[in-house]
């Protein structure tokens, strides 16, 4: 398994004052928000609504780009932004790709 997530762990220590105590703190959290998160862009895509695609793709690009975990921002981002024009067919095309994304996550 390729590891797609490019997460630039010297920024993420960075934004922790190079604290690793508080680095994991924060990935703790990220990982349960971004599993409910995915879960709510299923939903979206499941009902074609985009209001619940792009809040939940917007809450994902936020958490992950204070990270530094860019392969899922840059993927929620896209999804995001597909979402603001009222479609859902990004997520729908790219939402595999973002669930070996959550599973690569769980590993950092």
């Known amino acids: 398994m390729s590891n797609n997530l490019q997460w630039n762990k010297t920024f993420a220590l960075e934004q922790t004052a190079g ?3 508080l680095l994991e703190e924060l990935l703790v959290l990220f990982k349960n928000s971004a599993a409910a998160d995915y879960i709510l862009l ?5 009902k074609n609504n985009p ?3 792009m809040h939940a793709a917007h809450s994902i690009k936020g958490a992950a780009s204070s990270l530094g975990i ?4 840059q ?5 995001e932004i597909d979402s ?4 859902v067919v990004v997520a ?3 939402l595999p790709a973002m669930a070996e994304l959550m599973t690569q996550l769980q590993v950092l």
């Open 84 to 87: 603001r024009n009222n479609s």
């Open 42 to 46: 299923q939903e979206g895509v499941k």
């Open 92 to 94: 729908r095309d790219t």
């Open 51 to 53: 209001e619940v695609v």
């Open 75 to 79: 993927l929620a981002h896209a999804m």
């Open 70 to 73: 860019e392969g899922i921002r």
């Open 19 to 21: 604290n690793e105590e």
